[in-house]
Every structure is written in C-alpha cells, then in structure tokens.
T-cell receptor, first 114, second 115 residues
Framework: GAVVSQHPSWVICKSGTSVKIECRSL??????MFWYRQFPKQSLMLMAT?????????EQGVEKDKFLINHASLTLSTLTVTSAHPEDSSFYIC??????????FGPGTRLTVL | AQSVTQLDSHVSVSEGTPVLLRCNYS??????LFWYVQHPNKGLQLLLK??????LVKGINGFEAEFKKSETSFHLTKPSAHMSDAAEYFC?????????????FGSGTRLQVQP
C-alpha cells in the first residue's frame, strides 16, 4: 500500500513556542489530506481537512489561528501548532487520499508541551 | 450525520480462541465502513473495508467483518486469536466511498490476548 510519513515522530517543546509537523505522501499524490488528534486512550478526532492549493477547512472547536495548516504540494502538508501550551500535548496523525480513494495514515507525531 | 459505536472498550481472549469486536453505525447515506488496527507506537493499518459490494468482507491477518444493514452492524471477527493481534481496533464510517471525506472513528476496542 501507499506510504505516508510524518516528521518528527515525537517532539518536546516549551510552552509558548511553535512546532511544525510535516506529513508526506511518499509514493502517491494526495490532493486531500486530513489532520487528526488523538488523546491518550481515546479515539481520533478530525481537526481539519486540507486540499492542495487551498485553505484548510477546520472542524468546529478547532482554532485555525492556533493550528496552521499548509498544503502547498500534492505530497506535503504541514501542521504548525503556534504558541503551544500543555493542553496541546497530544498525538497528531495525518492521512492522505490516493487516486484509488483510499486513505492512508501516517505513523503519528507525539507532541509534549512542557 | 454519521456515527459509530464500538460496544466494548476492552476485550480479552485466550490465544487460539475466536475474536468478536462489535460495531454499530448510524449514517444518513449508504456508508462505507472500515476496521483499522493500531499497534502501540505505530500508525493505523487498514484491516478491511466495506463499500456496498459483498456483505462479508475478508481482510488481512485472517480478520473478516459482516455488514448487516438490518442491524446497522459491522462486527469484526477472527476464528483464532494470535498474540500479535493484541492492539487497539477502530471501527470507522464514511458517508460514501471516497477518501476525500473525513472518516468518523469509533471510540476503539482494546484487544488483549492471553497466552
């Protein structure tokens, strides 16, 4: 199957700093990418839908100014957590849609804000 | 609107015995349904998907699921559990068969396999 990578796999940062997470589709072009968030022992919650070359669509309750999403190419989407706080600590997972309309998930990025 | 309910947050079985993970869904449209598995510190892996073809869907690693519209269920089964099956399992629904729609995840079922 197709491969989606995320970088970094884990990151620790100080409160108030910004963190960028990259999501790459390695062997396919993803016109649509999704960003999910998973709290410990909980399910995945959709944060936003990202279409290449256009603004992301955010789910209700997700602050677009805090979680900046850029989808500049068909193989890369980035999520930047701005002015991170401890409550932003979570597992962030992206997925990309292939030409066969199948979603492939990245391995996730664990963010810890001190 | 769509939603999915996983009826058990935790299931424990002995190695070699059958596995049943229950899932019920609600959808305003003809749904696509998926089962994903998440091993610790690993990404989500697609086990199988239903997209309005055969109601009995066979997936990887011996898993299968049956779509029952009358019961709005999509339970995951495996005849004989293996230690490597221990993981978190998510039942997922999408309104139509397109990856361009976001997926709605169930709350997950943690499968424990006892030796």
């Amino acid at each position: 199957g197709a491969v989606v990578s995320q970088h970094p796999s884990w990151v620790i940062c100080k409160s108030g700093t910004s963190v960028k997470i990259e999501c790459r589709s390695l062997d396919f072009q993803a016109t649509t990418m999704f960003w999910y968030r998973q709290f410990p022992k909980q399910s995945l919650m959709l944060m936003a839908t990202s279409n290449e070359g256009s603004k992301a669509t955010y789910e209700q309750g997700v602050e677009k100014d805090k979680f900046l999403i850029n989808h500049a190419s068909l193989t890369l989407s980035t999520l930047t957590v701005t002015s991170a706080h401890p409550e932003d600590s979570s597992f962030y997972i992206c997925s990309g849609t292939s030409s066969t309309d199948t979603q492939y998930f990245g391995p996730g990025t664990r963010l810890t804000v001190l | 609107a769509q939603s999915v309910t996983q009826l058990d947050s935790h299931v424990s079985v002995s190695e070699g015995t059958p596995v049943l993970l229950r899932c019920n869904y609600s959808s305003s449209y003809s749904p696509s349904l998926f089962w994903y598995v998440q091993h610790p510190n690993k990404g989500l892996q697609l086990l199988l998907k239903y997209t309005s073809a055969a109601t009995l869907v066979k997936g990887i690693n011996g898993f299968e699921a049956e779509f029952k519209k009358s019961e709005t269920s999509f339970h995951l089964t495996k005849p004989s559990a293996h230690m490597s099956d221990a993981a978190e399992y998510f039942c997922v629904v999408s309104p139509i068969d397109t990856g361009r729609r976001a997926l709605t995840f169930g709350s997950g079922t943690r499968l424990q396999v006892q030796p």
